[in-house]
């Protein structure tokens, strides 16, 4: 990533990967001025036309732990492989940093995630469950 004057690319990236309006241009600037952000381990992927195409935040969560989160692909150039070439980026960029370890989160039901993760060499450690239910 270049810097900030890239924050609102960066945000409509993240809005139309999840295709969601969670993230905002104040919250991703949080995330570039917190004093743990790296930004030489923030990567994105440019498409031929210019647009970006492919995200994944690393950092640090413990002296040598790294994580690779949140990953992203925009809708028009999944699959074509971007996940797997951006977290395997992320990855080599972690290890130069000092990292042993590497880790990410997903949900249960963010199967395409759960298979990227697999394909790029992680392995299942940890599952939670989340209950729900309406009490209106």
């Not at 960029?93 to 000092?98: K, T």
């Not at 039901?109 to 940890?126: D, H, S, W, Y």
Request: hydrophobic fraction near 40%.
């Amino acid at each position: 990533m270049k810097g900030e004057h890239e924050v609102d690319d960066l945000v409509a990236l993240h809005r139309a990967t999840f295709g969601t309006d969670n993230m905002t241009v104040e919250e991703r600037l949080a995330i570039m001025r917190a004093p743990q952000y790296v930004p030489e381990l923030d990567l994105v992927t440019v498409a031929p036309n210019g647009d970006l195409s492919a995200f994944c935040i690393c950092g640090f969560d413990e002296e040598k732990v790294g994580y690779t989160d949140p990953i992203g692909t925009h809708p028009r150039y999944q699959k074509i492989g971007l996940g797997k070439a951006i977290v395997t980026a992320g990855l080599r960029a972690l290890q130069e940093c000092g990292a042993t370890v590497a880790e990410l989160g997903t949900s249960s039901i963010n199967l395409p995630m759960q298979k990227l993760a697999e394909r790029t060499g992680f392995v299942c450690i940890a599952e939670s469950l989340w209950f729900s239910k309406e009490v209106a």
